[in-house]
């Protein structure tokens, strides 16, 4: 009886093994998760939205800038940007995903800027290579928000 058909039938199934994961890793798991990019993305979208309206309304009822947890209802920041205060020329990011569950992707600089009598807000968007990140960029509602102006002061 020969031994080395054992050994063989053993690194046969090693590299089965390998291949398969090969495969998974580069073909499947990236159609997976691409499918949860679109929800995602429009979820962003749609919170991104409401940010804006709400940094609107609390600046014309305020008539100033506060600590941004203050001022709206969106949590798709840092705890470190929540906790600060909306300034000029300081960028606030904004993720996209599920902070809870520690998968947010930051996809965009959110940026305060005054102009003569008139503050206004500019978009931008950062992590360009994320396919998340990409999706959102190209909704329309991102696309809107380029420049959003806040109100007079």
Known sequence: MSKGGAGGSGLGSLILIIVVIFFGVKVVWPKFTSLTDGPLAASAV??????????????????????????????????????????????????????????????????????GNLYFMELYPINKKSNLCKTFHNLETFKKYSRFNVGRG
């Open 46 to 115: 749609t919170d991104l939205d409401r940010f804006f309206k709400d940094i609107k309304m609390d600046y014309d009822a305020q008539g100033r800038f506060r600590e941004l947890k203050n001022m709206t209802s969106v949590r798709q920041f840092s705890d470190e940007d929540l906790n600060a205060k909306v300034v000029v020329g300081k960028p606030i990011k904004y993720g996209v995903g599920v902070k809870s569950k520690g998968n947010m992707e930051m996809c965009a600089d959110i940026t305060l800027k005054h102009d």
